[in-house]
């Protein structure tokens, strides 16, 4: 699948440890478009994972969206955009390598601080979008 990201010149890029964070735009010619749930850091059973831990939040949905991608016949790499909430934004930016991790294409990203998610142990939630041929 053709894909490209885009970094316009007229617009800032979002740098945080030495990473950029996310495109500004995606652009990709492809058959199939994939949307992703809000995934929240439950294993399989519906048990929460990371009770007060940010960054094992991060993990367990990032690994969520892993599976709900395979499950679709598509990978991270064909992920064009995420949108995340989070509880505490300045806790999330402490652990950009793990989204780096699961996202390193870069998709496009909006990042949102919310007041609680649906219990008030969940730190995070990550919903996506993917492209595939």
């Not at 999330?92 to 007041?115: D, N």
């Amino acid at each position: 699948m053709p894909r490209q990201n885009i970094q316009p010149d007229a617009l800032a890029k979002r740098v945080v440890d030495g990473h950029v964070l996310y495109s500004h735009v995606v652009v990709v010619e492809g058959k199939r478009m994939i949307f992703i749930a809000g995934q929240l850091a439950r294993d399989q059973h519906g048990n929460l994972v990371g009770k007060g831990d940010m960054r094992a939040q991060l993990r367990q949905v990032g690994e969520n969206i892993r599976a709900a991608l395979a499950a679709a016949g598509a990978t991270l790499n064909d992920v064009v955009k995420t949108t995340t909430y989070v509880t505490d934004i300045d806790e999330f930016f402490k652990h950009v390598e793990v989204r780096m991790e699961y996202f390193g294409a870069l998709p496009t990203s909006t990042t949102v601080e919310v007041r609680r998610l649906a219990h008030p142990d969940f730190l995070v939630e990550v919903e996506a979008m993917a492209v595939v041929d």
